[in-house]
């Protein structure tokens, strides 16, 4: 079975500070592929990015950074300098061959930001 | 490029009515799946298409939901006897190829479902 949890259930922050989402994973697969949407009021899920297990690289592009962590099944995402646009529900989701590479999304995360 | 187009964007029927939902995938991509995402929660799985047929349709909770895509390339959520339980935002995503390279999933904006 694979699950992904985000116990953050909502984060508010003031404009220009840094928020970090935090998202944890089980799988029993040893390969799999973990991803961070984004889903603005409009509804749409928008894709950020896609990590493989293999890959323990830290990302960065922009403001936007992410830190995997294989030794506590984490993959925690980080918005620096946060603007009002990235006012959104942030979801971790979780991709493995067992479960036929069907996505598995945790709760999400409402990340409100104020002027 | 155009992306994933979902008709209607909101669709509110009565308790025990039939609903047709309609997913238009970006052109060119042979997977297609529906999720269904519940107020405050996360989207669930409910079918993944590759081509014309249904690859896995383990996500569907019951008999009165059924889908299909019969040209491969647009598809149909139908749901018979809606209940109230059913209300929920309908997801359409679609990508390259499911499996393997693991292409990302493009999601449509969604179907706002309610049903009185």
């Known amino acids: 079975a694979q699950k992904v949890t985000q116990a953050q259930t909502e984060i508010s922050v003031v404009e220009k500070e840094d928020v970090t989402l935090d998202c944890v994973y089980e799988?029993?697969?040893?390969?799999?592929?973990l991803f961070w949407y984004k889903q603005p009021p409009s509804g749409e899920l928008v894709f950020l990015i896609r990590?493989?297990?293999?890959?323990?690289q830290n990302e960065i592009s922009g403001r936007y950074s992410w830190n995997f962590q294989k030794s506590t099944s984490s993959f925690n995402f980080t918005i620096t300098a946060s603007q009002v646009v990235d006012s959104a529900v942030y979801f971790c989701a979780l991709s493995a061959p067992s479960n036929d590479y069907k996505l598995s999304f945790g709760a999400g995360t409402t990340v409100t930001v104020r002027a | 490029g155009a992306g994933v187009s979902q008709t209607p964007s909101n669709k509110v029927t009565e308790k025990g009515k039939y609903v047709e939902l309609r997913c238009d995938p970006i052109s060119g991509h042979t997977a297609l799946y529906w999720y269904r995402q519940s107020l405050g929660q996360g989207p669930e799985f409910l079918i993944y298409?590759?081509?014309?047929?249904?690859?896995?349709d383990s996500g569907l909770p019951n008999d009165r939901f059924f889908a299909v895509r019969p040209e491969g390339s647009v598809s149909t959520l139908k749901i018979q006897r809606t209940e109230r339980g059913d209300s929920a935002v309908y997801l359409c995503?679609?990508?390259?190829?499911?499996?393997?390279?693991?292409?990302?999933?493009?999601f449509g904006n969604g179907t706002r479902l309610t049903v009185t």
């Open positions: 298409f590759q081509g014309t047929g249904a690859a896995d």
């Open positions: 990590r493989n297990s293999f890959d323990e």
């Open positions: 799988t029993r697969d040893t390969t799999y592929y």
């Open positions: 995503a679609s990508s390259l190829n499911p499996t393997g390279n693991n292409s990302p999933l493009h």
